[in-house]
């Protein structure tokens, strides 16, 4: 396999002010996330401390393992948004418990009590189905309590999904695990309820499908809430709690002896020993494009994430717009499709059939996203772009090997299906603090949108007000700009997170390593290619 | 020349091993003895043949005469080399080889014996015009005879175990009315050492030195000295560091000195190897102490500097034949030094302490440097032998070279797993005062506060960032998943990764911020540290501390890390991640501190005690040690009996708290 030469000069104009761009969204995208990891603000986590409780993040912490990696989903969920924290009131992510990679998922009890909101919901809906795509077993830390309320209406129909989903994955032999360390109540008395070990902190755990006061409404019954439902009582009188923890750190630990008995994962396919690339990460953010209009070397973000910077270029002179071929990362086997400019006819067939050619042997993929879509005009619609197109997206759809999409730049268009966007399921999907998503660029968008208007008003004999039609043009370049920023993306769960560039090599180890819990069955079955 | 075919070595430990090394120049075969104790020891490996002798305590095996004349017989043995200590200076042993067919070798029990009653050899060699202390040696023991005799001699007085050696039943007395309790416990002592409680009375030389005089006779009328060792540091009686020459002695004492030793061995026509002990008084007048009828602990520094095998001549003169050097041949040459090294604590008054040693180490070989050890990798310590595990000898032009030399071997010495003297035996040679050449017996008990300092309080915080790192750096290596991956990799960092440690009791939070390829930036509270890993190595880490790089030699079991520098080591304990919720027992139980015997149990069920009472006498080697109830109450239960022998941690006695009254 052969080494990727590098032509980065650092000493560059065009890198030297992409490193100081990348360096700053860096620093924002830090700045973010700290402020991610304080909860519910300083006067909850003081009065969560002063109970005698840990906070979600010491509980995820004191359950991984010692030198576990922890690589955290969506943290940023909920970001800028009404009625949301940052991180949406859930902290979730896969690491490794007693030596298997699980999924844990804890409520953030400073933030209105563990209550789950909208964005809430979808983290938890996202978490749960990282544990069942990669069959992963999970561990939920709970104290929450129950759903926010005044939002009812957007979260409880679709909620029922996560408890049928512990119950579907249980049945597919990933088991989960519940420590309750505080409230767990009405509809969340189910996330224990449907658990395959629950685990519950005498004093602290209460589990009941009706409080006291809702008990006393329904039926006049007055009962305090331990006996009603304290961890004593469901672990000695009801049967719902397996295990009773003394205290939190015992509960913790008795959530790592039960991991320990878990039988193996599927067999992991055979390494290759690591090497590390030849070419330091830092040098990425001065590769990376600080606006996405200008293009950048997909090859040389590949130098930088792959073992030994080896690259066995598939197809390197046909269609050249999408480079693909094969490499490992961390001693995983991948097969690569890095855009390198706008999707042709040629470069899409090309995809589509490398997609196929990793499907048959079994090789994971890894999608560099930095697409601003297909190419338009009479010559390529002629040469059946759109055909070209539908077989790329054909492969995209139909292939069952892993697929991990990071996105390097930007997203737009088809180009976001064919290369495997967030509706294409890939197993992961992290995006860099560059990046930019939208069904076209705003310019383009606008421009699009002002021409429309003006062919309508000249069909319709109007004049054209061109302040009016000018201001209108701004907004929405303004509105479309605006939402096509990163953490608008990242806030509603259109990724997993945004990483640091520099991470992208470890992250791509974490997901491959995670997807591989679930045997890695490439499909020789496709829908009908369109020759 | 007449020598032997076979030898059994009735000893243990480095002395079998080290005599066990010049039958195997002299192609003789060996045969060790060993008990229950020793059955994977290293001197029993280290023999072309070895028996079984009976029980661990020394007294059913070591001490048992017939069971080793069996084993002699047995294995067809020609000779029986008894090493030091256990029977090597018992005459009915000596007798007893010879009677079963086989040379004992060493002097004749008419020798032993002279030389084993003090009282009996003062009189001999103030006979022959060897100075000997003023003091009594007389026959009558009553209690009063010996307060009467211990008058006109005057304070401060030794009372000594006429049979005995070793600093065993030996006292100071300094006030008169000390004198009684003082002549009841060194009879004690000497009864139960020796099975003779009759005690020597001497004037105690304050400041004296300890000088000793190597002899040599064959049986055929040759006598030999090799001249001195000096054995001034000393502690309760018991050698720790010799050296030869003595740097008290000029030309003129020393001729004086080896002169008089000489004498002495004529006056009990002594053959084989010997050792006549003088002090030095600080007015340079000397005074025959004892003759010790065998070969010396310390025999080493004599063989460095006169480059003598006196074991090779102990066998040789044991076969009969003349001796093979001549007076005028033996030339002190440099300067040998040699230190002890024990297993015991020096920070809790010299407790003998066990285990098992997890690694054995010994420096690496320099031209002049000796290791005699007794140990090797895997080695039980128990209670029921000498602590010694090895003698370092350094030999080198001058004193200074040596000296600097042996602190050198011992620093590189690695024996974790069991608490020694290492570092208290290289601060004694490092003191200035030791140095300088100018000590006396006293100079352990003067400086102890000096010998046994703890050092520099953040020693203990650089062993717990070195324990941190190396068990991160072998967890990371062990990782199953993903190894390659920087360690505790987080996309959105929330705590440094931190480890809960312990050393000398005290808790240490160790947490790290990882700095570019294999540095850490350590923090213990306020306490910082850059720490960079070069290479983790079988058995230790080598790791830059704050820009100097060392090895740091770590040893684990369980949870604890044995971890050294060059002039410190430190047992590092990792606490429990997921401490033991349970609850605590109400009760208060009485713990053994250390390995030993239950010598006496004081209370019985059911007796109420109070704060300080006495509850449990325990005895490890040497010490006696009463344990006391720390608070008042009512023993529930005595769960030892005399006899017993304990391992630290075991409970002994439980009491329940005193009833209200």
New interface residues.
């Given amino acids: 396999m052969q080494v990727i030469k590098t032509v980065v000069n650092s000493s560059d104009e065009i890198y030297r002010a992409n490193y100081e761009t990348n360096s700053a969204a860096i620093e924002k995208l830090k700045r973010e996330?700290s402020r991610?990891?304080k909860g519910g603000g300083d006067q909850y986590v003081k009065r969560h401390l002063a109970r005698g409780r840990m906070l979600p993040?010491?509980r995820i912490?004191?359950l991984l393992d010692?030198?576990?990696?922890?690589?955290?989903v969506a943290?940023l969920a909920g970001i800028g948004m009404e009625n949301e924290f940052i991180g949406a009131g859930v902290v979730g992510g896969v690491g490794?418990v007693s030596?298997r990679?699980c999924i844990i998922i804890a409520n953030e009890a400073t933030v209105k009590g563990g209550a789950v909101s909208e964005i809430g919901q979808l983290k938890n809906r996202r978490l749960s189905d990282i544990g069942t795509e990669n069959h992963l077993p999970s561990i939920s830390l709970v104290e929450s309590a129950g759903a926010d309320l005044p939002v009812q209406a957007k979260i409880f129909v679709p909620g029922g999904r996560g408890f049928r989903e512990i119950t579907r994955r249980s049945k597919l032999r990933i088991p989960s695990i519940s420590v309750v360390f505080g409230n767990s109540t009405a509809g969340g008395a189910y996330l224990p309820g449907m658990s395959d070990y629950v685990i519950m902190v005498r004093n602290q755990a209460q589990v009941f499908l009706g409080g006291p006061p809702l008990v006393k409404m329904a039926t006049g019954e007055v009962v305090d809430e331990e006996s009603l439902g304290g961890a004593e009582m469901h672990s000695q009188t009801s049967g719902l709690s397996d295990y009773l923890a003394?205290?939190e750190?015992?509960g913790?630990?008795m959530a790592r002896d039960i991991v320990r008995h878990y039988c193996d994962p599927s067999p992991r396919p055979r390494l290759r020993p690591?090497e590390?690339p030849l070419y330091p990460a830092d040098e990425l953010l001065g590769i990376a494009s600080a606006d996405v209009r200008v293009p950048f070397e997909s090859r040389e973000v590949i130098a930088r994430i792959v073992d030994g910077s080896r690259f066995e270029e598939f197809k390197s002179k046909y269609g050249t717009t999408l480079v693909t071929g094969f490499a490992y990362v961390?001693?995983y086997s991948v097969g690569i499709l890095a855009n390198n400019g706008v999707l042709m006819s040629e470069s899409a067939a090309k995809g589509a059939q490398f997609i196929q050619l990793c499907n048959q042997q079994n090789i994971p993929l890894v999608f560099l996203q930095n697409i601003t879509g297909f190419m338009v005009g009479r010559t390529y619609e002629e040469q059946g772009i759109i055909r070209n197109g539908a077989k790329l997206i054909n492969g995209v759809s139909n292939s069952t090997v892993p697929a991990i999409t990071i996105m390097t730049g930007s997203s737009y268009g088809a180009g976001n299906y064919a290369m495997c966007g967030r509706a294409y399921e890939p197993r992961f999907l992290f995006t860099w603090p560059n990046h930019r998503i939208a069904v076209m660029g705003p310019q383009q968008l606008s421009g699009v949108m002002d021409i429309i208007k003006r062919e309508a008003l000249a069909k319709q004999g109007l004049p054209v007000e061109e302040e009016k039609l000018n201001a209108a043009k701004m907004a929405l370049e303004a509105q479309i700009e605006r939402e096509s920023d990163p953490y608008f993306a990242t806030a509603r769960l259109w990724d997993d997170?945004i990483?640091?560039p520099r991470?992208t090599r470890?992250?791509i180890?974490?997901s491959l390593?995670a997807s591989c819990n679930r045997p890695v069955e490439g499909t020789m079955e496709w829908g009908v290619f369109r020759h | 020349m007449i020598t032997f075919d076979k030898i059994l070595i009735a000893n243990r430990g480095e002395i079998a091993l080290r005599v066990m090394r010049t039958c195997r120049q002299m192609g003789i075969s060996t045969v060790a003895v060993y008990s229950d104790a020793d059955a994977r020891a290293l001197h029993v490996r280290f023999a072309d043949e070895a028996v079984h002798i009976g029980a661990a305590a020394s007294k059913d095996s070591y001490l048992n005469i017939e069971k080793i004349i069996e084993a002699g017989s047995r294995s067809g043995a020609r000779a029986i080399h008894p090493g030091y200590g256990f029977l090597s200076e018992n005459a009915d042993f000596a007798e007893a080889c010879e009677s079963a067919g086989m040379t004992f070798i060493g002097p004749s029990p008419d020798a032993i014996r002279k030389a084993a009653v003090k009282s009996t050899a003062r009189r001999i060699m103030a006979g022959a015009g060897v100075p000997v202390v003023p003091g009594y040696d007389g026959e009558e023991q009553s209690a009063k005879v010996l307060r009467g005799r211990a008058e006109p001699i005057g304070m401060p007085l030794l009372i000594k175990a006429s049979a005995g050696g070793g600093g065993r039943g030996m006292r100071i007395v300094r006030e008169p009315r000390e004198l009684d309790e003082a002549i009841e416990a060194a009879r004690r002592e000497a009864e139960k050492a020796f099975g003779d409680g009759d005690l020597l009375l001497e004037k105690y030389v304050e400041g004296a030195r300890h000088i000793e005089v190597q002899i040599l006779g064959d049986k055929h009328g040759n006598l030999i000295h090799l001249y001195e060792r000096e054995c001034s540091i000393q502690r309760r009686h018991q050698k720790v560091i010799e050296e030869s020459p003595s740097p008290a002695l000029n030309s003129e004492l020393r001729n004086k000195i080896c002169a008089a030793a000489l004498e002495a061995g004529r006056s009990i026509d002594y053959t084989n190897a010997g050792t006549v002990e003088f002090i030095l008084t600080p007015t340079a007048e000397f005074y025959f102490i004892e003759v010790n009828t065998r070969l010396q602990v310390e025999h080493p520094v004599t063989e460095m500097i006169t480059g003598v095998d006196l074991v090779r001549l102990q066998i040789e003169i044991a076969a009969g034949n003349k001796l093979s050097l001549k007076q005028e041949e033996i030339r002190q040459a440099g300067h040998a030094i040699e230190a002890r090294l024990y297993a015991e604590d020096p920070n809790i008054d010299f407790l003998p302490a066990a285990g098992t040693l997890l690694e054995w180490c010994e420096p690496e070989s320099v031209e002049g440097l000796r290791i005699d050890a007794g140990v090797d990798r895997g080695a039980e310590v128990g209670i029921h032998y000498d602590p010694m595990l090895a003698k370092v000898i350094a030999h080198a032009a001058d004193r200074e070279s040596a000296r600097r030399k042996l602190i050198r071997g011992l620093s590189q010495l690695f024996a974790p797993g069991v608490q020694t003297n290492r570092e208290f035996l290289i601060n004694t040679i490092d003191h200035p005062q030791f140095a300088s050449g100018r000590f006396h017996t006293g100079f352990i008990a003067d400086h102890i506060e000096e010998l046994t300092v703890r050092g520099d309080p953040t020693e203990d915080l650089v062993a717990a960032v070195v324990v941190a790192v190396y068990i991160d750096a072998l967890r990371q290596a062990d990782a199953e998943i993903l190894p390659g991956l920087p360690p505790h990799y987080r996309n959105n960092p929330f705590r440094d990764p931190s480890i809960r440690l312990q050393v000398q009791e005290q808790p240490i939070d160790v947490s790290w911020k990882t700095v570019g390829d294999g540095g850490f930036a350590m923090s213990c509270g306020d306490w910082q540290s850059n720490v960079r890993v070069i290479s983790v190595e079988q058995g230790g880490i080598r790791v830059t501390v704050d820009s100097i790089q060392r090895l740091f030699r770590i040893a684990e079991s369980g949870d604890q890390f044995y971890v050294q520098s060059n002039s410190w080591s430190k047992v590092v304990t990792r606490l429990p991640r997921y401490p033991d919720s349970r609850a605590a027992s109400e009760h208060e139980s009485a713990y053994a501190p250390m390995p030993g015997q239950v010598l006496k149990v004081l209370v019985a069920v059911g007796q109420e005690v109070a704060a300080g009472d006495g509850l449990v006498i325990l005895e490890a080697m040497k010490v006696e040690q009463t344990l006391r109830a720390a608070q008042a109450g009512i023993v529930e239960a005595v769960l030892v009996k005399a006899g017993d022998v304990v391992a630290p941690g075991d409970r002994l006695v439980e009491i329940s708290a005193a009833p209200a009254v």
């Fill in positions: 996330l991610s990891t993040r010491e912490e004191m010692e030198g576990s990696y922890f690589l955290e943290p490794l030596g990679e003394e205290d750190l015992d913790i630990r690591v590390e961390h001693g997170g990483i640091d991470d470890t992250v180890a974490i390593s």
